[in-house]
T-cell receptor
């Protein structure tokens, strides 16, 4: 099976713009989680989707949003970008209904906000 | 909410020696404890996990121990090799999410 894919891989934006990132999970996986990774901060949980429903959300401002489509592909959107949003954004899919177990990560989208 | 602390932030060991990384957590209801390895420029990959009803789990040179009473768990790597160089993350699972430690950079000295 193909692994988790994310597009684009790299992105440069300026403050105030918005951005949409895409994640395609492994075929058959219905759970998709999103994380923000910054140096020294580990992975910060953004949100998780299962069968098009957001089941859990981390402590991020409302500028961060997401959705999941019927084919399990997921997108996340960040509006009104700030310099501090520069990070590696990772998505992970899981074959289990409980997404915390056996997560398979994509390669990430590296976002730079200037 | 859950809080996860991971120590040390950097660990340097001689090739062939053992490495131990420790994580503590705060929520006694947490029931799943995975460890992920992230090599430079690559995605995190699950290397071992343990559930709250088990005290220890081994897989070749790696092992994880869990002390539920003290709310801490540790990753043990024996006979370290150059390919073990990476950042290791612990995580704690409860409800439908993982809360992650800040990571430990493991350096294997030749």
């Amino acid at each position: 099976k193909a692994g988790v894919t994310q597009t684009p891989r790299y992105l440069i934006k300026t403050r105030g713009q918005q951005v949409t990132l895409s994640c395609s999970p492994i075929s058959g996986h219905r759970s998709v989680s999103w994380y923000q990774q910054t140096p020294g901060q580990g992975l910060q949980f953004l949100f998780e989707y299962f069968s098009e429903t957001q089941r859990n959300k981390g402590n991020f401002p409302g500028r961060f949003s997401g959705r999941q489509f019927s084919n399990s592909r997921s997108e996340m959107n960040v509006s009104t970008l700030e310099l501090g949003d520069s990070a590696l954004y990772l998505c992970a899919s899981s074959p289990r209904e409980d997404p915390k177990e056996t997560q398979y990560f994509g390669p990430g989208t590296r976002l730079l906000v200037l | 909410g859950e809080n996860v602390e991971q120590h040390p932030s950097t660990l340097s060991v001689q090739e062939g020696d053992s490495a131990v990384i420790k994580c503590t957590y705060s929520d006694s209801a947490s029931n799943y404890f995975p460890w992920y390895k992230q090599e430079l420029g690559k995605r995190p990959q699950l290397i071992i996990d343990i559930r709250s009803n088990v005290g220890e789990k081994k897989d070749q040179r790696i092992a994880v121990t869990l002390n539920k009473t003290a709310k801490h768990f540790s990753l043990h790597i024996t006979e370290t090799q150059p390919e073990d160089s990476a950042v290791y993350f612990c995580a704690v699972g409860s409800n439908y999410q993982l809360i992650w430690g800040a990571g430990t950079k493991l350096i294997i000295k030749p």
